[in-house]
T-cell receptor, first 113, second 113 residues
Framework: SQTIHQWPATLVQPVGSPLSLECTVE??????LYWYRQAAGRGLQLLFY??????ISSEVPQNLSASRPQDWQFILSSKKLLLSDSGFYLC????????????FGQGTRLTVV | GENVEQHPSTLSVQEGDSAVIKCTYS??????FPWYKQELGKRPQLIID?????GEKKDQRIAVTLNKTAKHFSLHITETQPEDSAVYFC????????????FGRGTSLIVHP
């Protein structure tokens, strides 16, 4: 069966520090991968998605970047965090363009102080 | 791109009452409409979905209806229970096309015992 792992679960970082959140998916090949941010208003904002290794699409301009160095690995990064980067970050995957149900990781609660 | 509007943002009901959450979408090519439930501090999980070739789908106490002409779909929960309290998200995507799911802003459902 497929599983998705996301870590860490919580993170407190000072303003200006770097960020690296990692997400891995097991049990499936070539999944579509997504990073969402859920701010205080509860909405799920799509940040990045990837359809394959090295293929990253950004939905909104921001202080963040994403990379997919392996088929099963999706990384969210920042060189210098801002206070506004605080939020709940969710990684998700779906099978392919025909099976679009999203399976979410446990999420990372990021607080920038 | 697709735009999904979700209402209400907060819904408070008494245990045993019914709850209805409504969503509208903008892209007539969207053909897959899932609903996710997110309990406090946890990941969103799929509870029911509907495809554009179906007008209604039921699963025990929950049902989803779709009106393609009006481009809206709704989640119905009957005989609500306290454990139904959560944030519910609707989403729309085009399976087989530009399949990236677009989420509504979420509805916080509170079921009072």
């Amino acid at each position: 069966s497929q599983t998705i792992h996301q870590w860490p679960a919580t993170l407190v970082q000072p303003v200006g520090s770097p960020l690296s959140l990692e997400c891995t998916v097991e049990g499936t090949s070539n999944p579509n991968l997504y990073w969402y941010r859920q701010a205080a208003g509860r909405g799920l904002q799509l940040l990045f998605y990837s359809v394959g290794i090295g293929q990253i699409s950004s939905e909104v301009p921001q202080n963040l970047s994403a990379s997919r160095p392996q088929d099963w690995q999706f990384i969210l990064s920042s060189k210098k965090l801002l206070l506004s980067d605080s939020g709940f970050y969710l990684c998700a995957w779906s099978v392919d363009r025909w099976n679009t149900e999203a399976f979410f990781g446990q999420g990372t609660r990021l607080t920038v102080v | 791109g697709e735009n999904v509007e979700q209402h209400p943002s907060t819904l408070s009901v008494q245990e045993g009452d019914s709850a209805v959450i409504k969503c509208t979408y903008s892209d007539s090519a969207s053909n897959y409409f899932p609903w996710y439930k997110q309990e406090l501090g946890k990941r969103p999980q799929l509870i029911i979905d509907i495809r554009s070739n179906v007008g209604e789908k039921k699963d025990q106490r929950i049902a989803v209806t779709l009106n393609k002409t009006a481009k809206h779909f709704s989640l119905h929960i009957t005989e609500t229970q306290p454990e139904d309290s959560a944030v519910y998200f609707c989403a729309a995507s085009k399976a087989g096309g530009s399949y990236i799911p677009t989420f509504g802003r979420g509805t916080s459902l509170i079921v009072h015992p």
